[in-house]
């Protein structure tokens, strides 16, 4: 059984900036070999891709996000952490941390494994 789960959402005021960890682990999940992303679901939206990493970390991001967060990975703590600059209102939503095998995967339903989310709060 693979158990995705995200930490450091929270509060912060527009410009501000949050780190967010998500912390895998698994008998028989090899953290390195997956492609992980992250996603957010905002309030009557539908869950939208943020940013991937592959297995090489190569880094993919959403239009939306880039230029202000940066995926990252930590293979020796099979940890994955989206750092979080400039932070706008509209990034307010419950954000998910998902692994797939698939290199390059961006959408939702690529990916196989998911954490329960961390809300992060924006405001102006």
């Known amino acids: 059984q693979v158990q995705l789960v995200e930490s450091g959402g929270g509060l912060v005021q527009t410009g501000g900036s949050l780190r967010l960890s998500c912390a895998a682990s698994?008998?028989?999940?090899?953290?390195?070999?997956?492609?992980m992303g992250w996603f957010r679901q905002a309030p009557g939206k539908e869950r939208e891709f943020v940013a991937r990493?592959?297995?090489?970390?190569?880094?993919y991001y959403a239009d939306s996000v880039k230029g202000r967060f940066t995926i990252s990975r930590d293979n020796a703590k099979n940890t994955v952490y989206l750092q979080m600059n400039s932070l706008k209102p509209e990034d307010t939503a419950v954000y998910y941390c998902?692994?797939?095998?698939?290199?390059?995967?961006?959408?939702?339903?690529?990916?196989?494994?998911w954490g329960q989310g961390t809300q992060v709060t924006v405001s102006s």
């Open positions: 698994g008998r028989t999940f090899t953290f390195s070999r997956y492609t």
């Open positions: 998902a692994a797939t095998t698939t290199e390059t995967a961006w959408g939702v339903p690529w990916y196989n494994y």
């Open positions: 990493i592959s297995r090489s970390s190569s880094t």
